[in-house]
């Protein structure tokens, strides 16, 4: 089991940019896909973006490609999402996600294990 931690959330103003983090604990995290999750309330969790174990294959929501990237450092065990020309349809709750595998996942039951989420909140 891997245990995420995120931080970096807040509040922005619309074309703002946040960075999120999310550092894990435990000896499969570089052997692992990490992805990052978003949910609104009284909306079901998003997919966001993925990244595979080597960072060399990423993926993206269709509703922030070309504006968010996911990046990882297995040294150091940490996973963050760079979040630019933010718009208020982006505010949730994002969440952390280590996979089951290897390979890079769009479903939220392809990750097993979840961060306690980071607010992102952007005004208009």
């Known amino acids: 089991q891997v245990q995420l931690v995120e931080s970096g959330g807040g509040l922005v103003q619309a ?6 983090s999310c550092a894990a604990s435990g000896r499969t995290f570089s052997s ?6 978003r949910q609104a309330p009284g909306n079901e969790r998003e997919f966001v973006a ?3 174990w ?5 993926s993206y929501g269709d509703s922030v490609k070309g504006r968010f990237t996911i990046s990882r450092d297995n040294a150091k065990n940490t996973v963050a999402l760079q ?4 718009k208020p ?3 949730a709750v994002y969440y952390c996600a280590a996979g089951r595998a290897s390979y890079v996942g769009r479903t939220v039951s392809e990750y ?5 989420g980071t607010q992102v909140t952007v005004s208009s």
């Open 15 to 20: 074309g703002g940019s946040l960075r999120l």
């Open 32 to 37: 692992l896909a990490m992805g990052w999750f």
């Open 50 to 52: 993925a990244i595979a």
């Open 54 to 58: 080597n960072g060399r294959i990423t």
């Open 83 to 86: 979040m630019n020309s933010l």
């Open 89 to 91: 349809e982006d505010t």
């Open 112 to 116: 097993a294990s979840w961060g306690q």
